[in-house]
């Protein structure tokens, strides 16, 4: 049922420079690309964009990728942090499980999703680790610095495929401050609830 894991890590880039150059700085005051990733559950790299160091939630709001799975194109899940609005197809954690003793439904389900999460934040430091220039920083041109990422995804990818050993660091996953869902968010809240009601009842 889920499709992947979504989220963005900020690649370091030169200063793109002209009118657009500010886009590209982020909110710690460097330039970067804010790339979004869609892992699967072996850790490849399913989607990938590369806009602007726009917010996460901003970048898949704007990304075919959304386009695409509202429009029935792409099947399942995403699984994603509360740096996302709740969605019918992009699940978050809940902000303020329910703490009761015969009712632990919403931590279990947090315990699972922060668990499942930890996936693209492992891809993210092997993709990093095993293409040092992603960490360091990127001092090409901005067109040039994009292919640069999207070539690192392939050659990635076809390791995996290739059961290359990559060396693998488990992970904490940080909780980003939960996004403004829109007035459509408790139908999509009640999806959720519906969820956790269906896949984490009490045994």
Known sequence: MCQGVIDCTHIKIANPGGDNGEV??????????NVQVVSGPSREILDIRHPGSNHDNVIFDRSSLRIRIETG?????LLGNNGYACKNYLLTPVLQPVLQPENDQETRYNRAHIRTRNIVERLFGIWKKRF?????G????LDTSVAIICATATL?????RENEDFED?????DEP??????PDAHRRLDFRRHFIQQHFRNQ
Not at 24 to 31: A, D, E, I, Q, V
Not at 132 to 136: A, E, G, V
């Open 169 to 173: 660091d488990i992970v904490d996953v």
């Open 156 to 160: 990635y990818n076809i390791g995996l």
């Open 138 to 141: 990127l001092q090409t041109k």
């Open 24 to 33: 590209f700085r982020n909110r710690k005051g460097f330039f970067s690309l």
């Open 177 to 182: 401050i939960g996004v403004r869902n829109n």
């Open 132 to 136: 040092p220039c992603l960490h360091r």
């Open 73 to 77: 194109n792409v099947p399942g899940l």
